[in-house]
């Protein structure tokens, strides 16, 4: 089954379902000031799906997508080897002058 008939023959996600939770870090933060908000965003997404939802959710206007998959690290602790989860995050430009509110201005 090819990935784009399964992506027709599945209903349309909701728009909390595509986006989980926006990254505050500081280096999101230093991408904020330049109009990039990084989301975490369900590894099934697509583009489209997170310029839709983001554009619903947040009363913007989104002018490009990218999206990267973040691998999870192999970590040891006390002796034992574990794994981190796999994760999907989201850069998200928006247009000239507009901005969203997510709590890092300080």
Do not use: W
Request: charged share 30%.
């Amino acid at each position: 089954m090819s990935l784009s008939f399964k992506r027709m023959t599945e209903k349309s996600p909701s728009l909390f379902d595509v986006i989980i939770a926006p990254i505050i870090t500081e280096k999101a933060t230093l991408a904020a000031e330049k109009g990039q908000y990084i989301f975490s965003v369900a590894p099934h997404a697509t583009k489209r799906d997170i310029k839709t939802a983001v554009e619903a959710l947040y009363k913007v206007d989104v002018k490009k997508v990218n999206t990267l998959n973040v691998e999870g690290k192999v970590k040891r602790f006390r002796g034992q080897y574990g794994r981190r989860k796999s994760r999907k995050k989201a850069i998200v430009c928006l247009a000239a002058g507009q901005t969203i509110n997510l709590g890092m201005e300080s």
